[in-house]
């Protein structure tokens, strides 16, 4: 049997008075039990419903890590108003009838009946900040002048189990920039899974309206330069007992702890090491977002951007390269839920349609691994080439290189608004149908308002004007945009035009003038939208980055069972795809000739030792 103690949040830390439990209800340990007490909370639930809520806090670890529970028929709550105290009117627990709260009680003692027939959880309370605000340098907050932490409910469900569904609950705490990734390593130091984050920035992200109005407690301000940071809270126990619709049903009131000698399951080895530290990323100003993944997660994807960066055609595009372009790129992907791609950069006059190789593979690639993320992912083109990209599109999905076709789309402009009409529900910049915008080797317009190949002949005449989309992404918030190329006049190199105009062969007059978020240098650009495709499937195989993604409720999702590695770029899809393309009189322009002989079909051995370094790095453990 374990005997715990219960305190008023009032009385800590210091525990002036400690209410002892005068008897020793028989708790079940979920996992195993350690010296010191600790604090949690309680739910008491109908023996029909115990075995529903057990699997629903398994399910959402995060909010709700279960500390142990009691047998029915054997456990007894004890009776707080038989324990003398100068503050007994405070409630300790809440009562529910049918999801509805019907007040707050000082003490169980008159239920004693019903809770015979009952079961009682304890939950681990969401660990202290003090000790890690501490550690990263940062002023404690005074519990006697803001009394119990303002909590917030989501727009984020729970996992639903057998009845259970509700929304989680949050706690926040504002942190100055600079001191960010140092509380977040420092948290983790000392609560491991449990002191990570789920989501810093905007609080309209997680569905919170107004920092100010705390669904419970009280609101802690956020002062210039801070940053909103938001971890899972333990009172979403009181959501879901809420909508179980129990007959009865008891919840510790907010504020109130149980110490218990219960101790949780501990943290993975692997959060406490230096490699399995988490590492914060920011990825969006407007909203201001950032992400979170392993050191480990991190390493790995800093070294596919470096691979990508060989220049096999002297090029010189190593002076247009900006570290973590590809690292910040693909947390942003990760993030998102519906996508737009497009891709085309037309090279000869005297073919129809006039693409290079180059482009249409690393576009389809990435976008076979989005839909393996079941990520929503659209396509728009030139009109000229749409019927090419149908081709594209349908063999791909025979040949099994795509799970489902793509929906191909095209814009043509021409009035003001259609490019935000085009992105928008209504045209409403409130309702973006996209939240990122990928090009991939398409041509992107210059300053003049020309597009230039590489050779500095004029292909205006068979581009549409896709760069207006990019060009009102800039202005929509919640709709970021990635650019990958490997000369400069690709859209979305307007990031690194100055770059481009001096280092770049004629990059004066072609040099892209359209920015994207993000600008990913490849030597070849179907090496970027390859190296895209396995960054995210080193995200999503990263705990530390599912959890952040999924708000650390649900279960953790391990690559095999979404086919994730099926879903990897390979040798052998490339060379489907670029017999498909060659089948229907596609050219190479100056990098596909770098990847294939068109004659022979047949890779130069630079790229599929390329295609095959970057699987063999982002697929080997550790």
């Given amino acids: 049997m374990m005997t715990f103690t219960l305190l008023r949040k009032s009385c800590l830390p210091s525990a002036v008075r400690s209410l002892i439990l005068q008897k020793k209800p028989n708790i079940r340990n979920m996992s195993s039990s350690a010296e010191g007490l600790q604090p949690a909370s309680v739910v008491v639930l109908p023996r029909s419903l115990a075995l529903a809520f057990e699997k629903f806090c398994q399910a959402n670890s995060g909010p709700l890590p279960l500390l142990g529970r009691s047998e029915p028929g054997k456990w007894t709550l004890p009776a707080l108003g038989a324990v003398p105290d100068t503050r007994m009117g405070c409630p300790q627990f809440r009562k529910y009838e049918f999801g509805t709260c019907m007040g707050s009680l000082t003490s169980l003692e008159e239920c004693s009946e019903q809770l015979k027939d009952m079961v009682a959880f304890l ?339 068979l581009v549409d004007p896709i760069d207006e989309l990019f060009l009102a992404a800039q202005k929509i918030p919640g709709i970021s945009s990635t650019g990958v190329g490997d000369g400069g006049n690709e859209l979305g190199m307007g990031k690194v035009k100055e770059a481009v105009k001096r280092h770049i062969r004629n990059g004066d007059v072609i040099a892209c003038d359209v920015e994207a978020d993000f600008a990913v240098i490849a030597g070849v650009s179907n090496w970027g939208g390859y190296a895209l495709a396995c960054a995210l499937y080193i995200l999503n195989s990263c705990e530390v980055h599912s959890r952040y993604l999924r708000k650390a409720v649900g279960p953790f999702r391990a690559p095999g069972a979404q086919s994730w590695t099926q879903a990897l770029p390979s040798v052998a899809k490339e060379e489907k795809m670029l017999s498909i393309l060659v089948r229907h009189r596609v050219r190479s322009g100056v990098s596909g000739l770098v990847g294939m002989e068109v004659d022979g079909l047949r890779f130069h051995d630079t790229h599929a030792q390329m295609i095959q370094k970057l699987v063999d790095v982002t697929t080997v453990h550790g």
């Fill in 123 to 461: 939950l681990g309370r969401s660990f202290s900040l003090e000790g890690a605000l501490e550690e990263a340098g940062l002023p404690g907050r005074n519990a006697a002048d803001h009394g119990h932490l303002g909590a917030y409910k989501t727009a984020v469900p729970c996992a639903t189990i057998a009845g259970f569904c509700c929304p989680l609950v949050v706690t926040m705490r504002p942190v100055p920039k600079d001191k960010l990734e140092r509380l977040v390593q420092a948290s983790c130091s000392a609560a491991g899974e449990q002191g990570q984050p789920v989501h810093i920035g905007d609080p309209g992200l997680l569905g919170i309206k107004d920092l100010s109005k705390p669904d419970y407690g009280e609101p802690v301000v956020c002062q210039p330069g801070d940053v909103p940071v938001f971890w899972p809270s333990q009172l979403t126990s009181l959501e879901a007992v809420s909508g179980c619709m129990t007959p009865l049903a008891f919840t510790s009131a907010p504020g109130c702890t149980v110490m218990t000698d219960l101790k949780g399951p501990a943290a993975p080895a692997r959060c406490l090491t230096p490699e399995g530290m988490p590492e914060v990323h920011h990825i969006s100003q407007d909203p201001l977002h950032y992400s979170m993944a392993s050191a480990s997660a991190v390493r790995k994807i800093r070294e596919l951007e470096t691979m990508i960066a060989v220049d096999p055609g002297s090029r010189g595009i190593g002076h247009l390269l900006r570290p973590d372009e590809l690292l910040r790129a693909s947390l942003s992907l990760s993030h998102a839920r519906s996508l737009l791609l497009t891709t085309g950069l037309p090279t000869h006059f005297n073919h129809e349609p006039p693409e290079e190789t180059d482009g249409p593979p690393g576009a389809v690639a990435l976008a076979a691994f989005l839909q393996a993320l079941e990520k929503r992912v659209c396509m728009v083109v030139d009109r000229r080439a749409l019927s090419l990209y149908k081709k594209l599109v349908d063999e791909a999905v025979e040949q099994g290189i795509l799970k489902t076709r793509i929906p191909l789309l095209t814009y043509q402009g021409g009035s003001t608004g259609a490019a935000q009409a085009f992105l928008c529900a209504d045209g409403d910049p409130k309702s973006p149908r996209f939240d990122h915008l990928v090009a991939i080797e398409r041509v992107g317009r210059a300053a003049d308002g020309n597009y230039y190949n590489a050779r500095m002949v004029s292909i205006r005449h």
